[in-house]
């Protein structure tokens, strides 16, 4: 078995109580068969307690108001925890936030943006992140698994990252080229021409594709009405995605109401441009940032395409992601008088993380909303 996590993975510690939110409301948390069964066996004091605060039908812990978990305690501690011990927390509770993507012979470990912790050491990260392997004897079969497409995209994945990491080009122009690549390769997977993918990825590594990228990123720029239009709608489908925290919803009213309800293509186009211009002379971090959020994405959702074939709505998502996050700090920063700041960032990008990747229905169809550049 294969075993890849990122370089920063082991930087992580739980702050628990001290932490400025919690992982235990907000969602419901699905409580694995091993566990339900360990539960159900447990005697003395915190056995009444846990059969109340446990939906064995649903398998699921209850929840309380404000859809905090029932073992969530005032002080945002587990009672559970406490009582039983870190062994006898479920698997999503023990795991969290790391979380594993599964592959014939391969976990790729990652920890999720949505835990703030998380969210700072990445947005603190300035180097570019590097991938850690591990093997171990252990063999699987799956009884159905595309291993020609999984390391077709396990490649293209790799010249996606470097090209991510390519620092001596503008972050706009890695995103056109990694979007190039997905959309050649989605036509080419579609018709069955799995092997010519190889020819896609060899192209987009070329100086010929990154000056066109360059060029195409200029006109797109250019285009005041088109830029607006592909603003608007790329944000509105955020609005289609099931709402886990109401304060989502509040934060993207604001959002819209500040870049573009009654807002001309000319206001939004000044807007970004003077946004971009103080990002660069106060906030140069934020060209790394956002490329540790599209490796992030990039890493973590691609190769999931083996499951589905679905390689440029793994890539829009990653994009949309990156995108949503700077178009709610440009709003934030439109709202703070054009001020902006470490926490800003990591409060926007943990917190865009909770809503689209906590909810399988909700990664499910922001792989179908629309994006463009
Ligand atoms: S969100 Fe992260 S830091 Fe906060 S309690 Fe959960 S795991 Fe710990």
């Known amino acids: 078995m294969l075993y890849i996590r990122p370089d920063y993975y082991t930087e992580f510690h739980c702050t628990a109580s001290a932490c400025e939110d919690t992982c235990c409301a907000g969602w419901q948390i699905v409580i694995d068969k091993k566990s339900l069964k360990k539960y159900k066996t447990v005697k003395g ?39 039983l011990g870190n062994a006898n927390l479920c698997r999503t509770c023990r795991r969290y ?17 949505s835990c703030p912790e998380v969210a700072k050491i990445l947005m603190q990260h300035t180097a570019p992140v590097t991938f850690q392997t591990a093997e171990t004897a252990r063999q699987e079969t799956y009884e159905e698994f595309d291993e020609l497409l999984y390391s077709m ?11 991510l990491q390519k620092r001596a080009l503008p972050v706009g122009v890695r995103e056109r080229l990694s979007y190039g690549i997905a959309h050649d390769m989605q036509s080419r997977i579609n018709r069955g021409e799995l092997f010519e993918c190889r020819q896609v990825l060899e192209k987009y590594q070329k100086e010929t594709a990154e000056q066109f990228a360059g060029e195409r990123m200029c006109e ?29 919803d509040v934060q993207l009213l604001e959002v819209e109401e500040l870049l573009f309800l009654g807002h001309t293509a000319q206001e939004y186009a000044r807007a970004t441009a003077e946004f971009q211009s ?3 002379e106060n906030y140069p971090m934020w060209e790394i ?8 994405f990039v890493s973590t959702y691609f190769c999931g395409a083996v499951y589905d074939g679905q390689v440029l709505p793994k890539m829009k998502m990653a994009l949309l992601g990156a995108e949503t996050i700077e178009e709610i700090l440009k709003a934030r920063w439109l709202k703070n008088g054009q001020m902006l700041d470490g926490e800003d960032i990591v409060d926007v990008v943990y917190r865009y993380s909770r809503e689209v990747e906590h909810s399988d229905d909700n990664l499910r169809k922001i792989e179908t909303l629309p994006f463009s550049f």
């Open 45 to 83: 004091s915190f056995r009444r307690r846990l059969r109340r605060g446990t939906d064995w039908k649903e398998q699921v812990f209850r929840q309380k108001e404000e859809k905090r978990c029932a073992f969530l305690n005032d002080e945002n501690l587990c009672d559970l925890y406490t009582a």
């Open 97 to 113: 936030p790391r979380h594993i993507e599964e592959f014939e012979g391969v976990r790729e470990i990652t920890l999720s943006l």
């Open 153 to 163: 995209l396990f490649d293209a994945r790799d010249v996606i990252l470097r090209i």
């Open 220 to 248: 797109e720029q250019a285009d005041a009405e088109g830029r607006f239009a592909a603003a608007k709608e790329n944000f509105r489908g955020l609005f289609k995605l099931e709402l886990l925290r109401q304060e989502w």
């Open 278 to 280: 103080w990002l660069a």
């Open 289 to 296: 940032q956002k490329e540790q959020l599209l490796v992030y």
